[in-house]
């Protein structure tokens, strides 16, 4: 199975901080990598698909990045609605499919 | 609108089974794959099972044997049965559409708003 690792596992950032997340493949998974944001108590909700592809709806600040086995999920001026924890995984072609451990960002 | 409920959870005894419900509208689950998705108290996301327009079913190998997942084309629904269940079940059980086109991978979206089951005597 692929595995996914996430860093930093926290951050602590202010309003209008840039926020930069890792997110490594234990093999190359060529661009089928998708970020998710969720909030306590909430359904994870679908941000970026294909690396680097913005779901509709999600604003400009979010933006992604990397292919092969090196990814990267930036947002670029955070807002307190962005406080929750982001998940990557591995869109690839066959099951299983996996998920980073999560990151979650807090308020500074 | 596009729109996932799931039902059926609660509190069940180790061994004992359980059946999750997912009623979807806006979309046609059999034209679609489906998936399971569970989150232990605290913890991340595991994909537990899927499946496919065509009926072909997958699990991850820490329920493979025990839960089965099943449609009923009629309903509009997705099931997932679970037997022989444990304690490291425990979790919010989450059904998605997941994606099949070459464009965007197979990624979940959308999300139903989870169901909590609990294995514990």
């Known amino acids: 199975d692929i595995q996914m690792t996430q860093s930093p596992s926290s951050v602590s950032a202010s309003v209008g901080d840039r926020v930069t997340i890792t997110c490594r493949a234990s093999?190359?998974?060529?661009?089928?990598l998708a970020w998710y944001q969720q909030k306590p108590g909430k359904a994870p909700k679908l941000l970026i698909y294909?690396?680097?592809s913005l779901q509709s709806g999600v604003p400009s600040r979010f933006s992604g990045s990397g292919s092969g086995t090196d990814f990267t999920l930036t947002i670029s001026s955070l807002q307190p609605e962005d406080f929750a924890t982001y998940y990557c995984?591995?869109?690839?072609?066959?099951?299983?499919?996996?998920f980073g451990q999560g990151t979650k960002v807090e308020i500074k | 609108e596009v729109q996932l409920v799931e039902t059926g959870g609660g509190l069940i005894q180790p061994g004992g089974s359980l059946r999750l419900s997912c009623a979807a509208s806006?979309?046609?689950?059999?034209?679609?794959?489906m998936s399971w998705v569970r989150q232990a108290p605290g913890k991340g996301l595991e994909w537990v099972s899927v499946?496919?327009?065509?009926?072909?079913?997958y699990y991850a190998d820490s329920v493979k044997g025990r839960f089965t997942i099943s449609r009923d084309n009629s309903k509009n629904t997705l099931y997932l049965q679970m037997n022989s269940l444990r304690a490291e079940d425990t979790a919010v059980y989450y059904c998605?559409?997941?994606?099949?086109?070459?464009?965007?991978?197979?990624?979940?979206?959308?999300w139903g708003q989870g169901t909590l089951v609990t294995v514990s005597s």
């Open positions: 998605a559409r997941v994606g099949m086109s070459i464009a965007e991978g197979h990624v979940f979206d959308p």
């Open positions: 806006g979309f046609t689950v059999s034209s679609n794959y």
């Open positions: 499946i496919y327009s065509g009926g072909s079913t």
């Open positions: 093999q190359g998974i060529s661009s089928w």
């Open positions: 294909a690396a680097s």
């Open positions: 995984q591995q869109a690839n072609s066959f099951p299983p499919w996996t």
